[in-house]
């Protein structure tokens, strides 16, 4: 019963960028973590960096120094600050809310963004 809401994605030229949201809504009480993943064409899906319930994040080599994770516990909401994009970065990003219940985590994806970076 958690509703995860991806957006922000849309098409910018290489090194310009795009802050994406992911937003979770519903029975939401306590949220482990929330992961970032894309997906570009012909590929598989990838991990591209978490932020835990401290505050902490990690991202994937290939992003670390452009991609930034943050998030507003008010508005329940992770942000995804990509900077300096490359084309390579063109994916559907998708984020993934770890929340637990009954002391159990749960996963919760978002439907995904689409991210476009032009050469």
């Known amino acids: 019963q958690v509703q995860v809401v991806e957006s922000g994605g849309g098409l910018v030229q290489a090194g310009g960028s795009l802050r994406l949201s992911c937003a979770a809504s519903?029975?939401?009480?306590?949220?482990?973590?929330v992961g970032w993943y894309r997906q570009g064409p012909g590929k598989q899906r990838e991990w591209v960096g978490v932020?835990?319930?401290?505050?902490?994040?990690n991202v994937a080599d290939s992003v670390n120094g452009r991609f930034t994770i943050s998030r507003d516990n008010v508005k329940n909401t992770v942000y995804l600050q990509m900077n300096s994009l490359k084309p390579e970065d063109t994916a559907v990003y998708y984020c993934?809310?770890?929340?637990?219940?009954?002391?159990?985590?749960?996963?919760?994806w978002g439907q995904g963004t689409q991210v476009t970076v032009s050469s």
């Open positions: 993934k809310v770890v929340v637990l219940m009954d002391r159990a985590p749960r996963d919760y």
């Open positions: 519903g029975s939401i009480f306590s949220i482990n973590a």
């Open positions: 932020i835990g319930s401290g505050g902490s994040t």
